[in-house]
């Protein structure tokens, strides 16, 4: 019986659905739910937003600093700008829900693409693709907030299916991987990992057919032809060719950049660094156990985006995408024993789902029908009825998002100098586009030695008052959970009176002498 999501809907629509049916299309169904109650962060969001709004309203993609009093008119390269646009289309159109759905489907089908990698992978062993899949998706649950990065995620599960049918199948599709990476470089950073996945697989199937031939056939010349064809496409990109090498190598030695958490090294003490251990555990293991053979692209893969995954944590989604297709066949019984190395997997054996128990289409039907429910009652129109803690129930983190705060902070007007938390500045580049900011989430714009102040001024370092001056500040947005020391200093300094507080947020004005 075939088996695929193409196959799975035809069954679908002629009453035949069967139990292997049903575990191809949890993951997708789960993952839809799960996201659809996402709420929205303000760091890497609301700047986007409005800066999607710059690009809809104008018709030009800005390349300087629109924001900040402290860096304005400084050259930017705004690489993500087809994802702000977009952002801001949908918001226009549906708010902040149809934005939370957006991100819910993109997500879940770029899971969806690497479940039916993961069936080209090992023959179509449901089951085996679903538990890869959803392994897959324990390694990224961390970094599924509402941003640009979503489009990274549905793009890298489109290289990861591409790669794999052409592994298995061979053919024409390799050569969609161009027009893949000509979208992706207009959208997040994350094409770079893209890009050496199939550098990898180049290289890997290459290298396999000289070892085999001593030369390279046509279809390693059709391979290595694509592979150069997907790196030309990323210079279409409105920064042309200089401005993007200067995005990726300037992000990458960016002192902020490798300082923040969200770039820093994994560590078994967090719970990402544990997920990432556990599955690299597990898929070591279950490698001794059958003795399988993996394939040198998807082992090379493997090994590659698992090392970088210690030294970066955003870089573990990735490698569980990258790796899926690997763990499927080692779950698989009897697959990856006789594939050979470099050509389609060998077909599972038959009966991994029992006839008797797929021929129960009415039973199947109403589980599928059940979770159908579900993933309607999840869709964020209806999350203000549902019955989930009230903190849930906004579409924003109430306790991070400073609604009330920044109300007064808009009152006071362009000729304001404000010290803010970037994730305060986030916000108030949308609900106060007026409003001059020190710093925003945008870690490349901004010279190492003024990370460094703001970090000293948040922490409300001695010297944090001649710090503030030598910027002109006369306003202080404080952040109280990530700032505590610089709301009690600057509360029990007479040089500063507090225009408005409360549990999350206080906002200080110098007082006039």
Same mark, same amino acid.
């Given at each position: ?136 998706? /324990? ?11 979503? +489009?990274?995620? =549905?793009? %890298? &599960? $489109?290289?990861? #299916? ?37 550098g990898i697989y180049v290289i890997a199937r290459a290298a396999e057919e000289w070892l085999r031939e001593r030369r390279l056939g046509s279809a390693a010349r059709r391979l290595l032809a694509a592979g150069v064809g997907s790196a ?54 279950? /490698? ?11 082992? +090379?893969?493997? =090994?590659? %985006? &698992? $090392?970088?995954? #210690? ?85 924003t983190f109430e306790n991070e998002t400073p609604v009330a705060a920044a109300q007064v902070v808009c009152q006071l007007g362009s000729q304001a100098r404000i010290f803010n938390d970037i994730g305060y500045g986030s916000y108030l ?85």
């Amino acid at each position: 019986m075939a088996n695929g999501f193409g196959a799975a809907l035809r069954r679908l629509a002629r009453g035949r659905l069967t139990l292997a049916d049903l575990w191809l299309f949890l993951p997708p169904l789960a993952l839809v739910i799960v996201l659809n109650l996402y709420l929205v962060r303000p760091y890497d969001f609301w700047w986007q937003l409005r800066t999607g709004q710059i690009i809809v309203t104008t018709g030009a993609i800005p390349d300087t600093d629109l924001f900040t009093f402290t860096r304005f008119g400084q050259p930017w390269t705004n690489q993500g700008w087809l994802v702000q646009a977009a952002y801001y289309l949908l918001f226009r159109a549906g708010g902040l829900p149809l934005i939370i759905f957006g991100h819910a489907l993109t997500v879940t089908a770029g899971y969806a693409l690497v479940e039916a990698a993961c069936l080209r992978s090992n023959g179509g062993h449901v089951r085996a693709a679903v538990g890869a899949t959803l392994t897959a998706a /324990a390694m990224s649950i961390f970094n599924w907030n509402i941003r640009p990065q979503t +489009a990274s995620f =549905l793009f %890298f &599960g $489109a290289v990861v #299916f591409v790669l794999e049918t052409h592994r298995a199948r061979g053919g024409r599709i390799i050569w969609t991987l161009p027009v893949l990476f000509a979208l992706w470089v207009n959208m997040h950073g994350g094409f770079v990992f893209g890009l050496g996945l199939v550098g990898i697989y180049v290289i890997a199937r290459a290298a396999e057919e000289w070892l085999r031939e001593r030369r390279l056939g046509s279809a390693a010349r059709r391979l290595l032809a694509a592979g150069v064809g997907s790196a030309v496409a990323l210079l279409l990109n409105p920064a042309g060719p200089l401005g993007l090498v200067r995005y990726v190598v300037g992000f990458f030695q960016n002192a902020a950049t490798q300082s923040n958490v969200e770039f820093g090294p994994l560590s078994l003490r967090t719970a990402d660094g544990q997920i990432l251990f556990a599955a690299i555990v597990l898929f070591l293991l279950i /490698a001794y156990a059958r003795r399988a053979t993996v394939p040198p692209y998807l082992l +090379a893969a493997g =090994l590659a %985006f &698992g $090392a970088f995954s #210690f030294y970066s944590v955003r870089v573990e989604p990735w490698f569980g995408m990258a790796a899926a297709p690997a763990f499927a066949l080692l779950l698989t019984p009897g697959a990856g024993v006789e594939a050979s190395a470099g050509g389609a997997p060998a077909r599972p054996p038959e009966g991994s789902i029992p006839v008797a128990r797929q021929d129960r289409p009415l039973l199947n039907y109403a589980v599928l029908g059940l979770v159908a429910l579900c993933v309607a009652a999840s869709l964020p129109w209806f999350r203000p009825g549902l019955p989930i803690p009230q903190d849930r129930r906004s579409y924003t983190f109430e306790n991070e998002t400073p609604v009330a705060a920044a109300q007064v902070v808009c009152q006071l007007g362009s000729q304001a100098r404000i010290f803010n938390d970037i994730g305060y500045g986030s916000y108030l580049s949308w609900a106060c586009p007026q409003m001059p900011l020190f710093m925003d989430p945008r870690f490349e714009l901004y010279p190492a030695e003024m990370w460094r102040e703001y970090l000293q001024i948040g922490a409300g370092r001695y010297d944090w008052e001649t710090m503030l001056a030598k910027y002109g500040v006369n306003v202080i947005f404080v952040n109280k959970r990530f700032e505590p020391a610089l709301a009690a200093a600057a509360k029990t300094s007479r040089a500063w009176r507090v225009l408005y507080e409360d549990p999350q947020a206080i906002v200080l004005q110098r007082v006039t002498q």
